[in-house]
């Protein structure tokens, strides 16, 4: 028996590559379960037939799925705090942008109004 018969599918998952506008539909098959500090899991990849890209994949979306499943992949948001990356909530990073946001909100309706003022 070869290696490829002996090799039960775990799960198989329809998607699409994320990469570009074609968005190639394709198959990804998890050959292996990753096994915590000692081995990554093992993926099959193959393009579904559809008339954008008609099965074929790029290199991009042969390994796509890599990206999502890696161990390196940010779970949370990071903030550096006296030059350390500290993890924090999904809103934290957002309050900075709000208030500059809200800032130049308010500075551009002055503006407006100020402009009026000298037009009339």
């Given at each position: 028996?070869?290696?490829e018969e002996?090799?039960?599918?775990?799960?198989?998952?329809?998607?699409?590559?994320?990469?570009?506008?074609?968005?190639?539909?394709?198959?990804?098959?998890?050959?292996?379960?990753?096994?915590?500090?000692?081995?990554?899991?093992?993926?099959?990849?193959?393009?579904v037939p559809?008339?954008?890209?008609?099965?074929?994949?790029?290199?991009?979306?042969?390994?796509?799925?890599?990206?999502?499943?890696?161990?390196?992949?940010?779970?949370?948001?990071?903030?550096?705090?006296?030059?350390?990356?500290?993890?924090?909530?999904?809103?934290?990073?957002?309050?900075?942008?709000?208030?500059?946001?809200?800032?130049?909100?308010?500075?551009?309706?002055?503006?407006?109004?100020?402009?009026?003022?000298?037009?009339?």
């Amino acid at each position: 028996m070869s290696t490829e018969e002996t090799v039960s599918r775990l799960y198989v998952k329809e998607t699409q590559c994320p990469y570009c506008s074609v968005q190639c539909k394709m198959t990804v098959e998890e050959l292996a379960a990753p096994v915590a500090g000692q081995s990554r899991g093992e993926y099959a990849v193959q393009g579904v037939p559809n008339e954008a890209s008609q099965g074929r994949l790029c290199v991009k979306g042969m390994n796509a799925h890599q990206h999502a499943l890696s161990t390196q992949r940010l779970m949370h948001p990071l903030i550096r705090r006296n030059g350390e990356l500290e993890p924090c909530s999904w809103i934290r990073p957002f309050r900075p942008s709000e208030s500059s946001y809200s800032t130049s909100k308010i500075r551009r309706e002055r503006m407006q109004l100020e402009y009026m003022e000298v037009v009339l």
